[in-house]
Nanobody, 113 residues
Framework: QVQLVESGGGLVQAGGSLRLSCAVS????????ISWYRQAPGKERGMVAE???????NYEDSVKGRFTISRDDAKNTVYLQMNSLKPEDTAVYYC???????WGQGTQVTVSS
């Protein structure tokens, strides 16, 4: 059974930074794509960033240049470094392992203006 546990969310002022972590247990993430999604109140969940097994990163347009996704396969963990945060980044952020269709429980990120 695959489990994903997000951490690192919180309340931050606009312009600040947060680093989210997604710790995966039950299956190794090596060679597999892992994604970060977010869902704001009243909106659909959408992908923010993904990192392939080969280390290639893809980003949603609104976070390009501000967010960086990375992975540590030895720790079975994926990270999302979020800089220059904006109030519109406020959402619950979820980690997703597509290969196993497994979601984490989410971590709340709130950016105040």
């Amino acid at each position: 059974q695959v489990q994903l546990v997000e951490s690192g969310g919180g309340l931050v002022q606009a312009g600040g930074s947060l680093r989210l972590s997604c710790a995966v247990s039950g299956k190794r993430i090596r060679l597999n794509t892992i994604s970060w999604y977010r869902q704001a109140p009243g909106k659909e969940r959408g992908m923010v960033a993904e990192v392939t097994g080969g280390g290639k990163a893809n980003y949603e347009d609104s976070v390009k240049g501000r967010f960086t996704i990375s992975r540590d396969d030895a720790k079975n963990t994926v990270y999302l470094q979020m800089n220059s945060l904006k109030p519109e980044d406020t959402a619950v952020y979820y980690c997703y392992y597509p290969g196993w269709r497994a979601w984490g429980q989410g971590t709340q990120v709130t950016v105040s203006s």
